[in-house]
């Protein structure tokens, strides 16, 4: 069982950054490969970036590419998501999730992640 703990959202003005951390505890942190997703009022979650478990291979949307990077770091069993340039239009909960490395199907996928974190909010004023 893997629990998923969220942390770093906030308020901030457009063009600011953010920086977003998941901490894992409950598994083998890097087994793991790693997602963060974000849900605005009214919409469908949406994939942000994905990253596999060795740190190797990472995966982003399209609306926060260039603008957004995924890391993690096993020995803190911590994975971060650095948010530059923010816009309005990135206001929303953002959520860590978690699946094996041998289990991951799609990155973009949210029905690939079986561990879910309560998520954090994230607002930008314009």
């Known amino acids: 069982q893997v629990q998923l703990v969220e942390s770093g959202g906030g308020l901030v003005q457009a063009g600011g950054s953010l920086r977003l951390s998941c901490a894992a505890s409950g598994g083998t942190f890097s087994s793991y490969a790693m997602g963060w997703f974000r849900q605005a009022p009214g919409k469908e979650r949406e994939f942000v970036g994905g990253?596999?478990?060795?740190?190797?291979?990472?995966y982003y949307g399209d609306s926060v590419k260039g603008r957004f990077t995924i890391s993690r770091d096993n020995d803190k069993n911590t994975v971060y998501l650095q948010m530059n340039n923010l816009k309005p239009e990135d206001t929303a909960v953002y959520y860590c999730?978690?699946?094996?490395?041998?289990?991951?199907?799609?990155?973009?996928?949210?029905?690939?992640?079986?561990?879910w974190g309560q998520g954090t909010q994230v607002t930008v004023s314009s």
């Open positions: 990253i596999s478990g060795s740190g190797s291979i990472t």
């Open positions: 999730a978690a699946v094996s490395n041998g289990y991951m199907r799609t990155y973009d996928d949210r029905r690939s992640y079986y561990y």
